[in-house]
């Protein structure tokens, strides 16, 4: 399994829709917070970015996770490299863990580093004013948000193993999420009680990264903003479990799928 993901990994640093896409999750974060706030580049804090984008921005990163997920998964279905795996001596189950765990990285590990990364030069270059967030429950919020992460990418996975090609699974993966994402909003009308930061992983991250709790105390003769950034010990596990269970069943689908239909 290791040769695979060795192989995997060399196919990956070598393709350019891959390259692009990592090169446009460092070159976003530099240029929309300026357009969307209104201001120019150094006056954004790392305070700023979090408080006004870090949540509602989560829906760009959506794309690299769909596009990175697919592309990793089943990148090479359209040729006959699984054949030479198979002929080389290596399980089907081996050959679809590696693509797995090598989509899960460069989706969920790669995606979150770069969609947290400006939290930190905006913080380095421009300061962190905003003094009414702990930073370690901002940094809990981003390790919990790996798990809905997990989720979508498990979901776009799955779709891509189905149809068997990569950009089939980006372009349904997009259009199912969409609408999963209208359903939720339309029956939240109507259902005002519904909580729906469960009902989907995307509703998940950016409730995690969404901060509109906050209260006015003055220190040292300054108006500070202090927001509540603490989370319950239920949403904590309801995050975990809810997380993990649907990635399971995505997973099992795909597993089914993959072992089980011919791969031409």
Known sequence: MINIVRSLNFTNRRS???????FSMIVLPMILPTGILGVPFKEVTGGAY????????FVVWIFPIMILGC???SG??????????IMAGHSRSSIFAARVLNAFVWSVLFTAFFYYLPLVYYGLINGWPTEGIRIG????????SLFPMLRISAFCIMLSVLFR??????????LLIEVEILIIEIVKEFVKELDKKFLGGVYNVMDLMSFTNSRNYVINGEKVDVYDTALSGGYIFGTIAVSLLV????????YTDFTKRDRN
């Open 165 to 174: 090609s990569a950009g089939k699974g980006i372009g349904f993966s997009y």
């Open 16 to 22: 350019m829709v891959i390259l692009l896409t990592i």
């Open 50 to 57: 979090l408080i006004n984008l870090s949540g509602e921005f």
């Open 71 to 73: 592309i990793v998964a």
């Open 76 to 85: 090479d279905a359209g040729d006959k490299t699984l054949y030479y795996e």
């Open 137 to 144: 429950d901002i940094v809990i919020r981003g390790l919990l």
């Open 247 to 254: 990635t399971f069943v995505y997973l099992a689908a795909a």
